[in-house]
């Protein structure tokens, strides 16, 4: 479940330590579930938001997504998953990517 800055209280300006415990987010997290119920494994709360927004970190539970799909993944597909989402990997490709078209050019 995503989006979680758009429905924390307006007095909230960064993300919470912990699992968000506000009513708005229970209360949504509640309804999600049993909308959803028997359709899925697991539920997590994340949230992507924009540098200028202002919240820190700006993918909120990136590790926890990353842990959850690796523990239900295979083996193989979660490593892979752990390393385009781990930061220094995700900075490898990035430069590979640059050096590839600079080379192209």
């Known amino acids: 479940m995503t989006c979680l800055h758009e429905i924390y209280p307006l007095e909230t300006d960064d993300h919470p330590n912990d699992r968000p415990d506000f009513e708005e ?18 539920a997590i709360l994340i949230d992507s938001t924009l540098e200028a927004d202002g919240y820190d970190p700006v993918f909120y539970a990136l590790e926890a997504l990353r842990d959850n799909l690796a523990e239900l993944l295979p083996e193989a597909e979660s490593k892979a998953i752990y390393q385009l989402l781990d930061k220094q990997a995700g900075k490898k490709l990035g430069n590979i990517y640059r050096d590839a078209a600079i080379r192209y050019i």
């Open 25 to 42: 987010i229970n209360r949504a997290v509640t309804e999600i579930k049993e909308s959803f119920a028997g359709l899925y494994n697991r």
